[in-house]
């Protein structure tokens, strides 16, 4: 049996991975209506314009969170710290990092 091209869609990556987890929300009768619309204007069914619009803003949201913000003076400390020349290691950090490695089974 063959499909017709109308039917062969590309499947992404990220859909490999098993869907067996549940969300649900409850939400104004305008808001379900205003959802349908905007999915049938994309084609999509309700749920899987939900799902790719909050994923997109939850991607985003995290990838402006891990963003170190620093203002001049901060930059500048941060900037003369990685270029500082590292600290010599204390004696004893240097004997119990030697008494470790004789403790500790070494893993490969």
Same mark, same amino acid.
């Given at each position: 049996m063959c499909a017709s091209e109308a039917h062969i869609r590309l /499947?992404?990556?990220l859909t490999s991975e098993r869907k067996? @987890?549940?969300l649900a929300a409850r939400v104004r009768r305008t808001h379900k209506k205003l959802?349908?619309?905007? &999915? &049938?204007?994309?084609g999509r069914s309700v749920a899987t314009f939900v799902i790719a619009h909050a994923l997109k803003a939850a991607v985003e949201l995290v990838r402006q969170e891990e963003?170190?913000?620093l203002n001049t003076e901060q930059s500048r400390r941060? &900037?003369?710290a990685l270029l500082a020349t590292?600290?010599?290691v204390p004696d004893a950090r240097r004997? &119990?990092?030697k008494e470790?490695? !004789?403790?500790? /089974? !070494? @893993?490969l």
């Amino acid at each position: 049996m063959c499909a017709s091209e109308a039917h062969i869609r590309l /499947v992404s990556p990220l859909t490999s991975e098993r869907k067996n @987890q549940r969300l649900a929300a409850r939400v104004r009768r305008t808001h379900k209506k205003l959802f349908e619309r905007a &999915a &049938a204007i994309e084609g999509r069914s309700v749920a899987t314009f939900v799902i790719a619009h909050a994923l997109k803003a939850a991607v985003e949201l995290v990838r402006q969170e891990e963003i170190i913000r620093l203002n001049t003076e901060q930059s500048r400390r941060f &900037a003369e710290a990685l270029l500082a020349t590292p600290r010599p290691v204390p004696d004893a950090r240097r004997r &119990a990092h030697k008494e470790y490695g !004789k403790r500790v /089974v !070494k @893993q490969l």
